[in-house]
T-cell receptor
């Protein structure tokens, strides 16, 4: 099946620094990618939807200036957590769609990134 | 807004035991319901789905029935294997097939001992 590679799998950083997480679709072109966040013992929550070549659409309550999303090519989307603080510590997961998000059968997930901000 | 509540884990069972992971939902419309599974080191994968009331989704020996009257979509398997050890996520979508706006539960970690 299709593979989505997410990197890094785990990152620890100091407060105030920026962290970039990459999401790559390895064997298909992903016109639409999604970014999720999961705090401990809470649900996986959609943060934003990114379409290749256009600005990302953020969910309510997600700061677009803090969570910068770049989807510059059909195989790569990046999420940059700017000026990270301990409250940003969370598990971040990306997913990539082969059909612009129309069906779940063509939606493939990365393995996630555990971010810890000290 | 829409929400999904799952049985809190972790759940530990012996091989060949019967498995139930409870999932209930709150939605204003008629959502589609899904179970995703995440094996260690891998991404979430769609396990099964149901798009309307009384539908039963099934795959790899797992089953779940869309119960509108109880707003539930419990995951069951008659005889679990060690290879079923994973994290299971219940989810809903307010679009018939759409991947966008998936609402997930918090996940249930399942460990099967030989």
């Amino acid at each position: 099946g299709a593979v989505v590679s997410q990197h890094p799998s785990r990152v620890i950083c100091k407060s105030g620094t920026s962290v970039k997480i990459e999401c790559r679709s390895l064997d298909f072109q992903a016109t639409t990618m999604f970014w999720y966040r999961q705090f401990p013992k809470q649900s996986l929550m959609l943060m934003a939807t990114s379409n290749e070549g256009s600005k990302a659409t953020y969910e309510q309550g997600v700061e677009k200036d803090k969570f910068l999303i770049n989807h510059a090519s059909l195989t790569l989307s990046t999420l940059t957590v700017t000026s990270a603080h301990p409250e940003d510590s969370s598990f971040y997961i990306c997913s990539a769609s082969r059909d612009r998000g129309r069906t779940n059968e063509k939606l493939f997930f990365g393995s996630g990134t555990q971010l810890s901000v000290l | 807004g829409d929400s999904v509540t799952q049985m809190e884990g972790p759940v530990t069972l012996s091989e060949e035991a019967f498995l139930t992971i409870n999932c209930t939902y709150t939605a204003t419309g008629y959502p589609s319901l899904f179970w995703y599974v995440q094996y260690p080191g891998e991404g979430l994968q769609l396990l099964l789905k149901a798009t309307k009331a009384d539908d039963k989704g099934s795959n790899k020996g797992f089953e779940a029935t869309y119960r509108k009257e109880t707003t539930s979509f419990h995951l069951e398997k008659g005889s679990v294997q060690v290879s079923d050890s994973a994290v299971y996520f219940c989810a809903l979508s307010d679009r018939p097939q759409g991947a966008q706006k998936l609402v997930f539960g918090q996940g249930t970690r399942l460990t099967i001992n030989p």
